[in-house]
């Protein structure tokens, strides 16, 4: 049986490709990256080992017990034993506000064809394509629409204290060939985007922006031609990107899980600030805010 591995552990991971992490990889089912930032040091550990001991001979290069360092360790096995040892180290569990990376995600099987994955969509899902298409709605690649795509999701960002996008970071993992735009087009301009990840034999939907509110189903179209697209390039999988909540009442899970994926469990992350870090994120939280006020 084929299994979904976290897009986190593929070799050209975004974080160390083109987010500035620096990826020391001592064991095939660890990961760690480590960045700097002035004078802080930041370190990320990503782990497909539910044994202690299997971590211990690593533990001085994950180690950065500083007030300048953070760490956070994301243990995708979600392992008792493992959050123990964390435990004994000083590092705490992180809620799904503080953590790095998702507490789960959807990902839906590429290896059906297109009228077996069309099957899989919950009715609502089809309802709303077929809706979308009615009303002459059509998704193109657009790589040249990356300005457009930058502005209508930072201004979302602003509005909800996000990290804003950079577009030139953008351009270069579409011109890599790691990462595709694709665009509703509404009466011959672009409406809503959507930017992939991807490498290896998975596609990741990393972040969605749309520039209207309207309700004509363009989103579930959207989605759903990637999919496709993705499919048709040879990848086997399509990770719909992070779930905060599997509550039924959740309208981001009710969305994604219209399209047939499962549910994937990304287990558990721990962490531990620097008292220096901790100060300077809150003074640029601070500022960001008096900035969109």
Not at 89 to 107: I, K, P, Y
Request: aromatic fraction near 8%.
């Amino acid at each position: 049986m084929v299994v979904y591995r976290s897009i986190f552990m593929a070799p050209e991971w975004m974080h160390v490709r083109f987010l500035g992490w620096h990826d020391h990889w001592p064991d095939p089912r660890l990961r760690v990256m480590t960045q700097r930032r002035g004078g802080m040091r930041r370190a990320l550990v990503v782990s497909e080992l539910d044994d202690p001991a299997a971590i211990v001979p690593h533990w001085r290069c994950i180690h950065a017990a500083s007030p300048f360092a953070e760490l956070r360790f994301h243990d995708l096995t979600g392992s008792p034993r493992v959050a123990h040892w964390l435990g004994e180290r000083g590092l705490a569990r992180l809620d799904a506000r503080e953590r790095m990376l998702n507490v789960s995600t959807l990902v839906i099987d590429l290896a059906h064809d297109e009228p077996a994955l069309l099957a899989r969509l919950s009715s609502d899902t089809r309802r709303n394509i077929k809706r979308a298409e009615a009303a002459g709605i059509t998704v193109v690649e657009a790589p040249t629409q990356v300005a457009a795509f930058v502005t209508s999701f930072n201004a979302m960002a602003a509005e909800r204290g996000l990290q804003a996008l950079v577009a030139a970071r953008i351009e270069a993992m579409i011109a890599s060939g790691h990462s595709r735009l694709f665009a509703t087009i509404v009466e011959n301009a672009p409406r809503s985007f959507l930017l992939s990840y991807e490498t290896g034999d998975t596609a990741l939907i990393a972040t969605t922006a749309t520039a209207g509110r309207e309700r004509d189903g363009g989103g579930h179209l959207l989605h759903w031609r990637a999919m496709c697209a993705f499919r048709a390039s040879g990848r086997r999988w399509c990770d719909m990107g992070g779930i905060v909540s599997t509550d039924p009442h959740d309208g981001i899970f009710q969305f994604k899980r219209g399209f047939g994926g499962a549910v994937v469990d990304l287990g558990q992350e721990y962490g531990r600030t620097g008292v220096a870090v901790h100060a300077a994120r809150a003074l640029r939280q601070r500022l960001r805010r008096s900035r969109t006020a």
